[in-house]
């Protein structure tokens, strides 16, 4: 059997220590390169959190007007790729409004149930309605059309006749 220690004492406390294991007369944290200002974190200064960026609702609306440009400029590419402009001999053309004066003529595949023309004839140059259809005449013998397109650079002439689906 043992006995109990005796009362008031630290039976682990070894000599000259105070209780708790700290050495007498030392500050708890020893300096490192003098002590800390007042209000200054113990160990050193703690490096601030990285601000955190805000996505503001200017940025988004100019990426949305920028993609909004850039896809209004690909649908105007692309639709003008069937233009009367890019039309060659051979081609069918479909006419997409009644106007004489704008008949919005389209390339399609002949094979489609839209193909209404023919293109016999393409003349560069800038015609009138009477030496368009003497042109066309001199080009292609057997036209029933003339379809001219004048501006941007683009004068031309169209010799077009009925498409007979075969």
Known sequence: MSTPPPQGQNPFA???????????????????????????APYGAVPPEPPRRKVSFKLIKNIVIVVAVI???????????????????GDCMHRG????????LEVVKCDSSQAQYIVLAKVKGTFTELTADSKCKAEAKDFQY?????????NFLLCLKDYAKK
């Open 14 to 40: 070894q000599q000259g220590q105070q209780p708790y294991g700290q050495p007498q007369g030392q500050a708890p944290y020893p300096p490192q390169g003098g002590y800390p200002q007042p209000g200054a």
């Open 71 to 89: 896809g209004a400029a690909i649908f105007a590419y692309i639709s003008s790729q069937d233009d009367a402009n890019t039309a060659a001999v």
């Open 97 to 104: 409004s009644s106007s004489d004066n704008d008949p919005d």
């Open 146 to 154: 003339s379809y001219t397109e004048t501006g941007d650079g683009s």
